[in-house]
């Protein structure tokens, strides 16, 4: 059964869908801008949260709706109530998803060039030995394998400032980036400017470092 379009205005059928939520339908993307300033206050795609999970696998519902899927659809909220209390966000990761053990996977900085805080990924002890596919786009942005579901949080150096709360399309831009990108160039290239940032001098002229991921 095809949806009518979302937008009030209109009577088609809504063939195409929201590429954020993948939940509301529209008969042409005119249909979509104009209603925009009411979806935006309901789309998954524009809530904010200090948590995301990553999953190594899509949601089962978008594998079977559409006929391919985005990474949108491996990306759910897990909102946490012991943000940036690493210990104790550990301890909930654990116990919501009924994870038997826990791991600092790393770090990866996002794709807007932001060098005062990163992504962090918390990932899952000996996920490959115990069958779990390999999560491509958590893998890529870390440079290293992880396997199984894996849970972004914001950090950074002690001190600075954090935009803790975030979107799933911020996260997704972020991911696909990395699919394009070299993770030890940006990693490098974002802590130098960080460290002349910090020290006050301008090391324009100076090599980034090479970092092995």
Known sequence: MTSTCCNTSCSQHGTLRCGGCRSTSYCSITCQKTHWPTHKRTCA???KHNCYIVRAEPDPAASTYYSTT???DHIVPLHLQQYDKESAEREEIKSRLKWSSIFDAGKFYD???ADGWYYYVYGQWNG???GMRRNEAISKAYGRDVYGDAVVVRSGPEGG????NFTSTAL???LT???SN???KVFAEREKSRVSRKMGIDMSGVPSMHVKM
């Open 45 to 47: 795609a524009s809530a």
């Open 70 to 72: 985005t990474i949108v």
């Open 111 to 113: 794709h807007s060039g």
């Open 128 to 130: 490959k030995a115990q």
């Open 161 to 164: 400032q954090i935009p803790e």
């Open 172 to 174: 997704g831009k972020t």
């Open 177 to 179: 980036f990395y699919e």
């Open 182 to 184: 070299s993770t030890s």
